[in-house]
Structure formats: C-alpha cells, structure tokens
C-alpha cells in the first residue's frame, strides 16, 4: 500500500523474540526514542537495547550529490535540508521506499527483519540506471537501554573487530555487539552526531535530545549491481561465529525465506498478530504494546484469545499457559515482569481472573485435536485455576478476597488495581476501591471454569450470580454500578458511566445479564460510549472528562481512563450487542455488526502503525490515535470478533471439527 511523503506513520519490524528489532515512522524520520534500524534482547524480552538507531544515506551522481535521508536535529532543524522525500511508500511485503533523483534515476530502498533472529537486512536497488552513481551511508550507533537516551562520551568504542566477511562492533561493556555485513567498503571516519531530537517525547513532556556516534561510512557502486547491508545483534556473552557468507547471499538467502513466511498469512492482520507472541525462558509470551511495553499479565491473557485461539494458534497458547502458571503466588499471577530481573509485581486484581478464562478458551479450542493435550499439562493448568480460585476466596494481597454476599472486594488507598490503573504522582486517577463490574463478571466466569474441575465452586457461583443483579443494577438509569460497596464502605455505590459493565453482557463466556436489562445496558454504552475506534473510558457529561490524551505525562495520565477510547474494548462490546439481539435472525445480525462495528476499526489499521491498532484514541472526532501505536489487545480483540464471535454458526462448526496434524499454529 502506498502511503504519502512526509507521513507520520509508524511501520514496525519485529524478530519474534520480544527485541522488536526495527521501527520507526514511513518518512524516515525517527521521532521517538525507541525508533530504531536495529534493537536487540538480552533476556527475551527483557533487557533492550537499541543497536543501531537510523543512518543518513546519499548518492553520489555526476549531476552532484542527492542526500535520501534527513534527521531532525535541535532546535527543529531538519539535515541534509535538500533530501528527497520518497515518491512513495510501501509496506507489503515489508517496508519499501522508492526515490526518483533529479536525472530521472529511480532508486529502491528495503528493509526487513529475520524472524527469530536479531537481523535487520537492507538493499538498495536503481530500477532505472541513467548514471554513474555511488551509494553512501553513515550508521549511527549508541548500545544503550531502550527506554533510555544516548550521549557523548569517552567510554563508547569506535574501532571494529574483523568478523569473517564483515565488521563487529562492541559498543560497551554488557552489550549486544553489532555484526555488519556489507557488499561494498566501509571507511573508518569515527565522529559523534549531536542534539537529535525527537518530536514525540517533547510533546509528551520527556527528555527529546540525543546524541549518537557514527564509526565511519559505507560506500557501494551501484553499477556494479545492488547494494546490500545486514546488521546483526550478537550477545556479548558468546563469541561470535564468523558469517559463512557475504552480504549479497546473505540478503537472499533471508529474502527468500521471509517472502515465503509472510505469504503463508491468511491476511495482514493474522501477520501482525505474531508480532505480539514472542519467547520467555523456555516459553512463550505475548508482548503489550510496541514500542515500549513488554509482557503484562493481564494484557497477556487477555490477547492470547485473538492473537493465538482465534487464529488457531493452539500450540503457542500451551505454552504461554504453561509459562505464565509458574509464577503463581498467594492465588496471583503478577501483572509485570520487571525487565531488570527484578521482583514480579502482582498489583493487579483482574490478571489471575483473565487468565482462568483463558485457560478455560484454551481447552476448548484444543478439544479434538490432534496431538491431543497431554495429561501432565491439563492437569497443571487446571491445578492453577484451583490455587487462584482458593486464593481469592481465602483472602489475598491488596485486600483482594471473597465477601459474605459471594462477591470479590479489592482495594487499598495508593493502589490502581484494575484495568483502570493510571496514577499521577501518588494520586490514584481512578481507584474503584470495593467491587468493581467488571471484576465481579470475571470472578463468577472464574468460578464458572472452577465447577467441573471441583464441585465446591458450584455453590460459590449461584450465590454470586444472585448478589450481582441484586446489587449491581441500577433501576434509575437503567445501567450497572460502577462499584458497589465503594472503598470498602457497604452499601456504598459509584454511579459513574463507564464502559467496564460491558463485560456482564458481552466479552466473557458466562453472560450475567439478559433480556430486558441487558439490551439496556448494550443500548446504553451504545449511545454514550461508542466511537469507530473502540469504547470511551468515561462517558462525556461525567465530572473529569477529558476529550484530548495530550500533554506532559501528568495530563496524560490524568485523561487516560476519563474518555480516551480503548480500541480493545469493541470486542466485548460488539460480542454483547450480537447477544442482546437473540437467536431470531444471527446471519443479519452478524453482518449488520461487521457493516457497522468492526470494518470501521479496521480502517483505522493503518492510522498510526501500519497493518496494527493503537492502544487508545482521543474521545472526541477525529479520535486521534494516541500511545502505543501497536497494541496487542486492540489487534487480538479484531481478531477475535472476525473469526470467533461474528462467524456463522456453520463456519464455527466446521472450524471445530477441523484437525491440524502437524501443529495448532498458522504457518510462520
């Protein structure tokens, strides 16, 4: 697809090992820290570090010299400021820029990134030669932590190390080493690059300036032929084998087997949906959000049903399952990994719940397929269901537990506990201390998955089921509280109109609301919520509305659940709305839902990152898009709508029936 010069979009390249490997936007021009040519993993897919940031590139001509790159340096200056803007953009089947210099000369730039490996590859191709020309281009390198910004300073490493065809890099002590294999010569002219800076982490009030070091210039004679460049990540800790070949056959050879790989995807959004599946240790995990979120557990168990079940990825839901089940404590499942090796964080009251629901997605999706799930493995994960059920019903950290009604309580003054989780300073935005809806619908689905694995969940549920309509409705307006017993006081409520009530009708297995109330409740979020790009967070009229997601990180986090739209939110909102309307005519029903729910979200896919969703939008028109330009949850959750949830029934059957012998996972 064609995009225009000078777009602010984002295109990622990612490696499949939580590295993210290669970002930035379709102009070239980098305006964020993580915006990189080449990041890297230490600890999949923790431990960051961006490698090699970007390179300025031009061609040499006997008409002069055409620069094809430009940066932006301080104090808004953009250099060389005669550089081509591409003539055009493409992202099928990876990121392609096209140039026509002033002879008329069209010139081809490439990129993409090797699955699995930490490998970013580059050509350069004259589709129409009119000239002598020399290609020129000068990396620019830091090896510094990806959330972090680079410096000058005396400690970085110019010199390179031979490396069989090519060169290696060792910027510091600790760090990815950088491989280069070049088809031309490189020529050592080391220097730093100052003041780079970085639009987007000005306008959300964090530091913006950089500078970077360049070891020197490659050079390649295009006469001769194409121009090749691969950049490899190399771990400190092994020593390096020598490539086997040079740049040239080194291109092709991953040319061929990336060309392969990404044409086996049912659609571009199946593609973009592997992504977010990533390793852990041994396992396997499902990263947030690119560029600058790694795996949490509520994210996690909530994508694992669009990302992998939805698209038949079976075999990778087993082991993220089994991944995520050892790092249970007290009935929890931490919401974070630190990505220094630190502590797990278990601050979160709705991770555990989502991932019994998974697990219970999980297993029927694996029923009647072929290999079969092994005993050893059902009974481990359903072992982690029993200890997380047992946990909240005794009682828990955060004064998460079970009350005398069957309800599940949470909440401490300074915590953010649920989805709803923004703090500024110690201001907890959005507390719902108590019983918040949408816990209460995923500790009754919880228990749900609980009765056939042990009968004592049974009486838990209907004591449950009868406290949730009789405490939570709210006949006045016609919708769900918010929270009940707010901050622990009973009999306390929060009437504020959110979009968390969604979840009894729609979203999760066990609806608890039907008929009348239930359409009402659909009806409602409807009318007050829904936008083309997802739900709003806070209904407009309520005390702290905010329109706009802008600003420094205060107003930012201020507004983040007060009306910013949350993309991932359709899908349970459009899985109610297709329940509410009943069995009379489901094909209609479906198709109405697609016209007018899910094909809108898609044409936002190429909005801020191409072929993905972001994570938030603004609340009002035009619903910028705002955060992470690649969310996990929002591209899950369109999947799960377009082959789950908005599939005729006889579609659904045969996809049951279906086996798939040599793995549960889509090609690639």
Not at 138 to 146: E, N
Not at 409 to 426: I, R, S
Not at 480 to 491: C, E, M, N, Q
Not at 634 to 645: C, H, M, T
Request: a neutral charge.
């Amino acid at each position: 697809m064609p995009y225009e010069p000078g777009s602010k979009a984002e295109w990622l390249e990612t490696d499949g090992l939580g590295g993210f490997a290669s970002g930035t936007t379709t102009s070239g021009l980098r305006t964020r820290r993580y915006h990189a040519l080449l990041l890297a993993s230490l600890r999949p897919p923790a431990q960051r570090f961006v490698l090699v940031n970007g390179f300025d590139a031009w061609v040499e001509t006997p008409g002069g010299i055409v620069p094809i790159t430009s940066q932006r340096y301080l104090p808004g200056i953009d250099a060389p400021a005669n550089a081509l803007r591409h003539a055009r953009f493409d992202s099928e089947p990876w990121p392609r820029w096209t140039f026509t210099l002033p002879d008329g000369t069209s010139l081809e730039q490439e990129l993409f990134v090797r699955h699995e490996d930490p490998t970013v590859c580059l050509r350069w191709r004259l589709s129409r030669r009119k000239a002598r020309s020399t290609l020129w281009v000068r990396p620019f390198l830091s090896g510094r932590d990806l959330h972090a910004l680079h410096h000058e300073n005396p400690a970085f490493r110019f010199a390179a190390e031979p490396w069989g065809n090519g060169l290696l890099w060792r910027p510091y002590e600790g760090v990815p080493g950088i491989g280069a294999l070049c088809s031309g010569e490189f020529e050592p002219r080391p220097d730093w690059y100052r003041s780079f800076l970085y639009d987007e982490e000005r306008a959300r009030g964090l530091d913006f300036l950089e500078d970077l070091a360049s070891p020197g210039l490659f050079r390649f004679d295009l006469a001769e032929g194409d121009a090749a460049l691969v950049f490899t990540a190399l771990m400190p800790e092994e020593a390096p084998e020598a490539p086997a070949r040079g740049a040239l056959a080194t291109f092709d050879a991953h040319f061929t087997a990336e060309v392969k790989r990404r044409r086996a995807f049912a659609t571009r959004l199946h593609r973009s949906a592997q992504a977010y599946l990533v390793r852990r240790g041994k396992g396997k995990t499902i990263i947030a959000g690119y560029p600058w979120f790694a795996d949490w557990g509520r994210d996690t168990f909530i994508a694992l049903r669009g990302l992998c079940l939805a698209t038949r990825r079976v075999s990778e839901a087993r082991q993220i399952l089994l991944e995520w089940a050892d790092a249970l404590s007290e009935g929890m499942l931490p919401n974070r990994f630190p990505e220094r090796g630190e502590a797990p964080e278990y601050n979160s009251v709705d991770a555990s719940l989502w991932y019994v629901v998974a697990v219970q997605d999980f297993f029927r999706a694996s029923k009647g397929r072929r290999p079969a799930l092994a005993v050893a493995d059902r009974r481990r994960l359903e072992a982690a269901v029993e200890a997380i059920l047992e946990g909240y019903s005794r009682g828990t950290r955060f004064r998460i537990g079970k009350d005398v009604d069957g309800l599940l309580h949470c909440g401490e003054p300074g915590l953010q506990l649920t989805w709803m989780d923004a703090k500024v300073g110690d201001r907890v935005v959005t507390p719902r201390i108590g019983k918040p809806v949408e816990i209460q619908a995923l500790w009754l689905n919880a228990l749900a998955v609980g009765c056939p694995i042990s009968k004592r969940w049974e009486e838990e549920l209907q004591r449950a089921r009868r406290s949730f309509e009789k405490r939570f409705w709210n006949e006045e307006r016609g919708f769900l509280y918010d929270v009940v017993d707010a901050d622990h006081v009973p009999g306390a409520v929060d009437a504020t109109f959110r979009p968390n009530q969604i979840y009894a009708v729609g979203g999760l297995p066990l609806p608890l609301l039907a008929g009348p109330k239930a359409r009402r409740v659909v009806d409602a979020v409807e009318a007050h919520l829904l936008t083309p790009l997802g739900l709003r967070s806070l209904a407009p009229g309520e005390p702290g509305y905010s329109s706009r997601y802008e600003g420094g990180v205060a107003e930012r986090d201020g507004a983040f659940h007060q009306g910013t739209v949350w993309p991932y939110l359709m899908g349970p909102f459009v899985e109610a709305w297709v329940r509410v309307r009943g069995n009379g005519n489901p094909a209609a029903h479906h198709a109405e839902a697609r016209k007018r729910f899910l094909e809108p979200l898609l044409a936002h896919l190429d909005a801020a990152g191409i072929g993905h969703l972001p994570e938030i939008a603004d609340a009002e028109p035009p619903h910028t898009p705002r955060g992470c330009p690649f969310q996990a949850w929002s591209v899950a959750e369109a999947l799960r709508l377009g082959e789950e949830v908005l599939l005729p029934e006889k579609t659904k059957r045969v996809r049951t029936r279906r086996r798939h012998p040599s793995t549960s996972t889509s090609p690639g």
